[in-house]
């Protein structure tokens, strides 16, 4: 560690310096036995960035590893328009981003007898897939919800962090990424979409910058909780290129523009069916998840209808539904004209029957067609796993027909030979 500049600057250093031997690095007196040098800079005046660039020029020469920090890392693309071999380059008081860049490019080893805690965490998902947190929290009000009054405000994971984390997880041997969050689609807007460095390279907290950088993980990345912004459209070419799975989850909620106002709904939804026949133009493999809630406080008939009709044009392939249910501290609560428990129920079966049907047909033009499976267990029918359609615990499954014996977690090919309203048959190639 070089540390230039004032006395904050100092207690910058002194965190990461604390930080870095709570995790078990050491700290060497000169650049011959350092793994990596950290710069911790000063911009204040003139002398202060000549100061710090020599600093910088003379580390690199030295040693070639380095990670710059503080004042004049604020100045980023000055910096690495200078001197581009840097390997990230942090403002001041940054000090989880300055150890994002140490895990990143020298890890600490991970030691079964000292460490309680393997690289990727604890995790209670099977080993073969993970849910990846991209934030906290939630900009929306939506009416039903009472998710803002518990978690607060949108929050992002910085990109870097996220992006550390999803290769300790495939480096562990995860195959599949589960990207969730409260509003996927909203990610880094809160950050004001904060450049970060990711291997060497900046990366913007974003949305997309995050679906694109996962994609190059080579594991399957599926996209849950986004939420119709123009933006989406620019996911959906990376889903065609195969970068991510061709799978977005989104929950409409409602069709019904009346109902969608009484639910404070974010989003447009007046173009939806649009923005579908759009997506599917592009990719056509596209499968589209989504949930909603029948009963809301003041559906009417009418209503309910425009949501049997959204269904029938939008020809959703996975769908959930719920009957509308007060939550205690929710705003839908002072609602006028509560819809009556008998036709909640009575919309629930006429929504499930509906969509059962539409989704019996979807699958059955699946039949004949060779799909990538990812095995995920046998029970008393045999062998089954899910492809790229069906995300674990909440959509369908496709049963496998083998005299092989499988292994849990890894990809086979087969052909779908028959299907049912929710699940997929097939013999395995
Ligand atoms: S339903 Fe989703 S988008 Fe709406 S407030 Fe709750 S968490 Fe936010």
């Known amino acids: 560690m070089v540390s230039l500049g004032c006395p904050k600057a100092t207690v910058d250093s002194e965190q990461i310096l604390t ?26 005046i003139d002398s202060a960035v000549e100061e710090s660039m020599q600093t910088i020029d003379e580390a690199l020469h030295e040693n070639g590893k380095v990670i710059v920090t503080g004042c004049l890392g604020a100045k980023s693309e000055q910096v690495a328009q200078a001197f581009p071999e840097l390997l990230a380059i942090t403002g001041p008081h940054a000090t989880q981003e300055v150890m994002s860049a140490v895990h990143e490019h020298l890890p600490a080893e991970h030691d079964p007898f000292l460490d309680l805690v ?20 939630c900009n929306h ?3 039903f919800c009472i998710i803002p009054a518990l978690r607060g405000d949108l929050v992002s994971r910085p990109i870097d962090e996220v992006m550390q984390e999803a290769e300790n997880l495939v480096q562990a041997g995860v195959r599949e990424l589960l990207v969730i969050s409260q509003d996927t689609s909203a990610y880094g807007i809160d950050a004001k979409y904060a450049t970060r ?3 060497g390279q900046p990366l913007q907290t974003r949305f997309v910058a995050l679906a694109r950088a996962l994609g190059q993980l080579g594991v399957w990345i599926r996209l849950h909780y986004v939420y119709p912004y123009p933006h989406v459209d620019d996911v959906i070419p990376l889903m065609a290129q195969g970068l991510v799975l061709p799978y977005l989850d ?15 709904r974010p989003g447009n939804q007046e173009k939806v069916l649009e923005r579908i026949q759009s997506w599917r133009k592009i990719c056509p493999d596209l499968v589209i998840r989504s949930t909603f809630i029948v009963g809301f406080p003041g559906e009417t008939e009418e209503d309910f209808q425009q949501l049997l009709d959204f269904l029938t044009a939008a ?6 539904c719920f009957m509308y249910s007060a939550v205690e501290g929710a705003a839908a609560n002072d609602l006028p004209n509560p819809v009556d428990e008998a036709i909640k129920q009575e919309r629930f079966d006429r929504f499930m029957r509906h969509q059962q049907a539409i989704s ?10 060779t799909m990538t499976v990812l095995v995920e267990g046998r029970d008393e029918h045999g062998w089954y796993g899910r492809s790229y359609a069906d995300a674990p615990d909440i959509d369908g499954l496709v049963y496998i027909k083998t005299d092989q014996d499988m292994i849990v977690g890894n990809f086979v090919e087969v ?13 395995q190639r």
């Open 19 to 44: 930080q870095l031997r709570a995790e078990g690095y050491k700290i060497v007196a000169d650049y011959d036995q350092a793994d990596m040098v950290i710069i911790n800079t000063c911009g204040f």
């Open 118 to 137: 393997p690289a990727q965490g604890i995790k209670l998902t099977p080993q073969h897939y993970a849910y990846l947190k991209i934030s906290e929290g």
């Open 141 to 143: 009000r939506c009416t």
């Open 197 to 199: 460095f990711w291997q």
């Open 250 to 264: 989104i929950p409409f909620q409602h069709a019904s523009p009346r109902i969608l106002k009484a639910m404070k």
């Open 315 to 320: 020809q959703l392939d996975r769908v959930g």
């Open 360 to 369: 019996t047909a979807k699958l059955q033009c699946r039949i004949g067609q």
């Open 415 to 427: 052909i779908i030979t028959d299907s049912d309203e929710y699940d997929l048959y097939a013999d």
